[in-house]
């Protein structure tokens, strides 16, 4: 035994020695060339030094700008610790912010082609396609509201999905790679809104309507507004696995006419239900140029609008059980199988409200009336215990409306055009002020009154924000947990903010610390948004992602997020010929493609495959033919394929459109197409 | 009568009992370094014999080379993909014969090493004499590698002008264009050469232990 012990410390010994032996390694990143010194730092709470101080001076920095500087400055190599997922607007593609440094760091092209990333130029076209609307080209969209996936009420960092407002259809974006996977169009209505929302475990993504129209794209006058014009809410399931919605497990249901605008998912104790609001429940149908009020006016009549609470776990099971009409193949419930069943309530909520914002802990909703100074706070419970006593009165669909007095929890006066909501770590709400140009913050009661100094339901304080702000965000704002720190205020004016640049001016995104309690938010930062308006956008903390450095294996298809049957390796390389159907498997790597000489004849059909076979990150190739319409994004490991018609003989330099190393310049090839009797022309022979 | 004289020399004599239970420890120690010298070389196998970082620029992580004794890991491909603007052929052709038998013959000279335990005479040295040389010999044969594919060079290559054939540093830094290398006996080489010392401190014990028997014996 003795011995056995003996043997042990005696390898220890020597293992331990060896190891002493081995020369220092270089740990972790090297430092980083250039910049990134340390020890420069100002010790905390000592003046500004003389050199910061002269600065400020010289360019008329008050102190507030300079703390503002200091909250917002990233050195060279540091990370934002969030990013923020924003609707690019017309742009019809979706941005990617760094925050508090609100650098953009990428255009993430969705609806629309974005010729950096090859979308729409050779990568990309099935998806795009799937946006077709009646088999027409649509590749422009008005982007409105993200919403990254969920789990347990969180971000979890996966998906994110974006609606296009103009053209009713859905995006999923696959946070692995940051790429559009699918394109959904609504097979039942023209156009949305309040999408996209997610249940908490993005079990569904939510499609709200906003004009009411005959479902299904059909045609009725609008005399038949009343019986034949119908809003709509869709529920898109969600497949996880597959990182697709799944349209043959998904289902609508029938909404009265109402304009129905923006849906929030309920969570915790509120989690099943969806709810959604409206303004135009005065059912007006506009005609300013016959003499009758314009909808401005018409929509605004009435001193409430409705609110809907639909029961979605009841709406599955009714789906589920077949108890649903089909428009263009898809299932909706109808208008009076949701009212029999238990569906759908009504309750009034004041004068043409945008916006319904459920509390972290699923037990409030607040309401904005663009047009009444207040915000309006319904409790669930209130809500479902009148539900459960019966007690409602209905409209002229038959509807439930439950009475505003009954469901109500407090009303809180903000300011002028109230819209959005969102919610911080401190018990806090903060509510977009569009006349007032401003951010209100206000205190919650109930079981975030312990939270804050403040009486609950109080106006707190406010800040101006430039100019016209729309909707507004806070870190995680509308999860079960949100994270407070910042918020950004989104707004639809710049004017003055900025350099001109003629009269079409950027959006503003304006950063604000709310850290602190009380009367105390700071305005960090003004970022310009020159690609479309933006509508909605979240700020998710940077650690919950992770995305691919490059992708997995060689021969990647991000469209399958599998490898590729056709994936070309090295020495595999070849151009195949079947008759007139032309195959070139090819393969691209610092600082060459193969084959460099591709010689096909005119009237050829060409299927071209291309593998980047890099595994440094940020070798990215492009690939381009010119006058073939054709350019691609490949990034290390990818393989994308492409195909187009040699209808035009010639010879064309195809080169790697990505400067991806010294020698990029040199890596070109030659696209010979032989003069050939065309298709066409042989037929009439 | 002959042979089993010549096969009693060459194995040595063995203690008698009263004299291993008066001196165990004489006897057990050259055992316990020359089988300790065989485990390390054991292990040494899954460990990395040789390393060597490239630091550049526009590679902030560096890139990482791990030489095992049958295959090479790290960021091999891309180091390749650069090699291949200089002209230098791929690492994976180098020692291809020396990767393909080092398992077995590396397990075998530890296992010979275990054998020279229960030989009791100078012979037990030659057994040992394959374990004792198997770092020098690696950093020679990793030397013979680094300087035929460094003076080897493509003159057809992209930058064959900017780059003469050269012979990378085998242990220490150097560089290369844009590249800083350091190269360092990893792991594995550092428990081989460990094996090593042990082996020599253990035939000395070994010698200590049984010279004396043998001298007695011969003596006879």
């Not at chain 1, 990309?124 to 009646?134: A, K, P, R, S, T």
């Not at chain 2, 370094?33 to 560096?62: D, E, K, N, R, T």
Request: charged fraction near 20%.
């Amino acid at each position: 035994m003795k011995r056995n012990i003996l043997i042990l410390v005696v390898l220890t010994i020597l293992i331990v020695a060896g190891c002493s032996l081995v020369p220092q390694q270089p740990q972790g990143p090297a430092a980083p060339s250039g910049g990134g010194d340390e020890g420069a730092a100002v010790p905390a709470g000592s003046g500004l030094s003389a050199d910061a101080a002269a600065i400020a001076q010289a360019r008329g920095l008050s102190p507030d700008d300079v703390t503002a500087a200091l909250k917002t400055y990233m050195p060279t190599g540091v990370h934002d610790d969030y990013l923020i997922f924003a609707s690019g607007g017309h742009s019809g593609q979706m941005l990617v912010i760094g925050a508090p440094s609100m650098r953009l760091l990428k255009v993430i092209g969705v609806f629309t082609p974005e010729p950096w990333q090859g979308w729409g130029y050779g990568a990309g076209n099935e998806v795009l396609d799937e946006g077709n609307i009646d088999g027409r080209e649509v590749r422009w969209a008005d982007t409105h509201h993200p919403a990254l996936s969920e789990t347990g009420g969180d971000y979890d960092g996966q998906f994110v999905f974006i609606n296009d407002k103009a053209n009713s259809r859905v995006a999923t974006i696959d946070l692995r790679d940051f790429e559009t996977k699918q394109i959904v169009k609504n097979p039942v209505a023209i156009n949305d809104h309040g999408a996209t929302m997610v249940t908490p475990n993005t079990e569904y993504v939510i499609e709200g309507g906003q004009y009411a129209a005959p479902l299904g794209w059909e045609y009725a006058a609008l005399d038949d507004y009343n019986t034949t014009y119908r809003g709509l809410v869709t529920f898109w399931k969600f497949d996880r696995e597959a990182g697709r919605l799944d349209p043959a497990n998904s289902f609508a249901i029938e909404l009265p006419p109402y304009w129905q605008d923006l849906c929030d998912a309920g969570k915790l104790v509120s989690e099943g239900w969806v709810f959604c609001n409206s303004f135009n429940a005065e059912r007006a149908t506009g005609g300013i140029e016959d003499g009758n009020p314009p909808f401005e006016a018409g929509a605004s009549q009435g001193d409430t609008d409705f609110m809907h609470l639909i029961n979605l776990v009841k709406a599955e099971e009714v789906y589920k059980a077949g108890n649903f009409n089909t428009v263009n193949d898809f299932p909706v419930i109808s208008l009076q199988t949701a009212i029999d069943e238990n569906i759908l309530y009504l309750t009034p909520e004041p004068k043409s409200p945008h916006g319904v914002d459920v509390t972290p802990d699923g037990e409030f909703l607040v309401v904005s009336g663009k047009l009444d100074p207040h915000v309006t706070v319904y409790s669930f419970d209130k809500m479902m215990a009148t539900i459960e006593a019966k007690k409602w009165d209905t409209d002229d669909y038959g509807i439930p409306i439950l009475a505003l007095d009954d469901v109500k929890e407090a009303q809180v006066e903000v300011g002028l055009g109230p819209l959005h909501t969102q919610f911080d770590n401190q018990g806090y709400a903060y509510t977009s002020l569009f006349l007032d140009s401003a951010v209100a913050r206000w205190s919650l009661g109930g079981s975030f009154s312990d939270l804050h100094p403040e009486e609950p339901w109080q106006l707190v304080s406010k800040i101006s924000v430039h100019y016209n702000i729309g909707h507004l965000l806070t870190a995680e704002g509308d999860t079960v947990s949100p994270d407070g720190q910042y918020l950004v205020a989104m707004n639809k004016w710049a004017i003055d903010r900025f350099q001109h640049v003629g009269p079409l001016l950027p959006q503003n995104f304006q950063l604000i610390d709310i850290a602190n309690t009380g009367d105390n938010m700071q305005l960090l930062y003004d970022m310009p948004i020159g690609i479309g308006e933006p509508h909605y956008a979240q700020m998710i903390k940077a650690d919950k992602l992770s995305p691919w450095d490059v992708y997995p294996e060689i021969g990647w298809d991000p469209s399958t997020q599998s490898v590729s049957p056709n994936a070309v390796h090295p020495g595999e390389e070849k151009v195949v010929r079947n008759g007139k159907e032309v195959e070139v498997f090819m393969t691209a790597v610092r600082s060459h493609f193969t084959p460099e000489h591709v010689e096909i004849k005119q009237g050829d059909h060409v299927t071209w495959h291309i593998t980047n076979i890099e595994r440094a990150y940020d070798a990215t190739h492009g690939f381009s033919i010119p006058g073939y319409n054709i350019n691609l994004s490949i990034e290390p490991g990818e393989y994308i394929s492409f195909e187009f018609d040699a209808d035009q003989p010639g010879v064309f330099s195809y080169y790697c459109t990505e400067f991806c190393s010294a020698l990029h310049l040199e890596m070109t090839g030659y696209l010979l197409i032989e003069p050939g009797p065309d298709s066409s022309a042989m037929i009439q022979k | 009568m002959m042979a089993a004289d010549k096969f009693e020399n060459i194995v040595g004599p063995r203690a008698p009992q009263e004299e291993l239970a008066a001196h165990r420890m004489r006897y057990i120690w050259p055992t316990l370094c020359m089988a300790g010298a065989a485990i390390l070389i054991i292990i040494s196998i899954f460990l990395p014999y040789w390393s060597l970082v490239l630091h550049a620029p526009q590679y902030p992580q560096g890139l990482v080379v791990n030489a095992y004794v049958n295959h090479l890991e790290g960021d091999v491909s891309e180091i390749d993909g650069l090699n291949h603007y200089i002209g230098m052929r791929p690492l994976g052709e180098a020692a291809h014969l020396e990767r393909s038998i080092s398992i077995f013959a590396i397990s075998a000279l530890a296992l010979v090493v275990l054998a020279a335990v229960f030989i009791h005479s100078p012979w037990s040295a030659l057994l040992a004499l394959p374990a004792i040389l198997l770092p020098p010999v690696f950093l020679a044969d990793l030397y013979f590698w680094l300087s035929n594919f460094g003076q080897n060079l493509d003159p057809k290559a992209a930058l064959s002008n900017a780059v003469k054939p050269f012979t990378p540093t085998i242990l220490g830094e150097g560089i290369i264009g844009q590249f800083k290398t350091v190269a360092y006996a990893d792991f594995g080489l550092l428990l081989a050469s460990a094996a090593s010392i042990l082996i020599l401190v253990g035939l000395y014990l070994q010698r200590r232990a049984y010279k004396p028997l043998r001298d007695k014996k011969s003596a006879e």
